[in-house]
């Protein structure tokens, strides 16, 4: 009998419905739809030949063209999921997903930058609130840093 950790959070239900979406991209199918809502709101941010996410939902691309391998997957508000993930010293990017009822309604690709996540709502005496920071990593060239207020 295989023990439980009954001290386990259980995991938060929109990170689940990402990791469900790049397990599917990954494996190369297609049948998202129940993912993602069919009006979709589509930011992008990096060079112009790098839109792989777009490509690889628009059914333009494949798996094997660009493969997204998430280092780290973490929920911040009650809605938002960013995924990050890097590839060699030449490649890294960072996705935010917006989420409502389970359904992701909004993308946001940063490619080739550095993201810092900041919650402007409360402007605590303006001590701006960061949720989330990109995971420094070594790289041969700098990149550019971006701040996202939400």
Known sequence: MEAKNVNATPENPNTTTVRRLYTALARGNRK??????????WWFHG????????????GKSSPTDFKFEPRSIEAIDDDCVIVEGWEGAQVYWVHVWTLKDGVITQFREYFNTWLTVTDLRPLKCLGFNT???????????????LMLAI
């Open 131 to 145: 949720l989330w920071q990109s995971h420094e990593r070594d790289y041969e060239r700098s990149l550019p840093g």
């Open 47 to 58: 060079p112009q030949n790098c839109h792989h996410m777009m490509k690889m939902l628009t």
């Open 32 to 41: 998202i739809s129940g993912l993602i809502a069919s009006d979709l709101e």
